[in-house]
């Protein structure tokens, strides 16, 4: 693997994605790592994780 390039450990995603499940938060995957990120794709298990909070606006004025 090239210089700079990081190997995403599978059993880390798996364990962060559980974890995630277990205590009812939501949970992001982005892709996986490597040197041909769109090849590698963002699939665990044959699906997408793209769960996001809900954004409230909690500050009073807030002009966002």
Excluded: S
Excluded at 6 to 28: A, E, P, S, Y
């Amino acid at each position: 693997m090239p210089i700079g390039i990081r190997k995403l450990n599978v059993d880390w995603v798996l364990d962060i994605k559980d974890q995630c499940q277990n205590g009812h938060t939501k949970f992001f995957f982005k892709q996986w790592g490597g040197t041909n990120k769109k090849k590698a794709g963002w699939l665990i298990d044959g699906k997408t994780y793209q769960e996001m909070p809900e954004f409230e606006r909690q500050m009073a004025g807030c002009k966002i």
